[in-house]
């Protein structure tokens, strides 16, 4: 199967067994699942997540209570902005006042306590959340096909961020045992929570380590204009 098939029969099987959540319809996005807080439950326990300072987390549906909580708990959030088009929002925990945690990891009200910083104000990051729409156990990983989680991790590699343990939580039906075909350019995840277990990959499979510029286009530059900040800032 290749990963546009596997993407559909995952999104067939949420609607069918009724594990998906609002947005609807689940297809063509990161679909929000039933049980994204007890996946994330499992995350909070984490020793990679209590000492993290600063993480990346997907704006997704799933994974706003990944956000909250990284808030609620002092960290810094970082979150990508739609399509990669203005880089990363960043949202200081000492910004948001008590009990707003989960507004302002909302992308409808984030704006109002962070801003988006240019590539060179980027912190080291500690943690990076990937949405997802299947999971091999191996920790190969499908998106919704655009590329973006597999970028960002390139960029902060590409800008110097150490290798860092990258996390998806996800339905368990969403945990394929299809071969899923594995690019160069792809993210694994090092970590995968369901809203019945936490699972450690042991991915015997490398993550990038930058950008492979070979596979950037003129029309990827124009798209993305971040790619080219990334391409001026690291050519210098």
Do not use: C
């Not at 679909?31 to 209590?50: H, L, V, W």
């Not at 499979?205 to 900040?229: A, C, F, H, N, Q």
């Amino acid at each position: 199967m290749d990963k546009q098939e596997i993407r559909e029969k995952i999104w067939s099987t949420m609607t069918e067994e009724k594990v998906g959540r609002f947005p609807f319809p689940l297809k063509g996005r990161i679909p929000n699942f039933k049980g994204a807080e007890k996946a994330a439950q499992f995350i909070f326990q984490m020793e990679e997540y209590k000492q993290a300072e600063v993480i990346k987390v997907n704006p997704d549906s799933p994974q706003l209570p990944i956000r909250a909580q990284a808030l609620k708990d002092g960290k810094t959030l970082l979150v990508p902005t739609p399509r990669l088009k203005d880089g990363f929002i960043r949202v200081d925990s000492a910004d948001v006042p008590p009990g707003e945690e989960k507004k302002a990891a909302s992308l409808k009200h984030i704006h109002k306590y962070g801003r988006v910083i240019s590539l060179p104000e980027l912190p080291e990051i500690d943690l990076f959340f990937a949405g997802s729409v299947a999971l091999h156990r191996d920790g190969r990983r499908i998106g919704k096909g655009e590329g973006y989680a597999d970028r960002e991790y390139a960029i902060i590699r590409e800008l110097g961020n150490r290798d860092i343990p990258v996390i998806g939580t996800v339905n368990s039906v969403q945990i394929t045992e299809d071969d899923i075909p594995k690019d160069e350019y792809d993210l694994t995840l090092d970590w995968i929570a369901t809203e019945e277990e936490l699972i450690k990959t042991n991915s015997p499979y490398k993550k990038p380590s930058g950008i492979i510029w070979d596979e950037v286009s003129e029309k990827d530059m124009e798209d993305m204009p971040v790619l080219r900040e990334v391409w001026d800032l690291t050519r210098k």
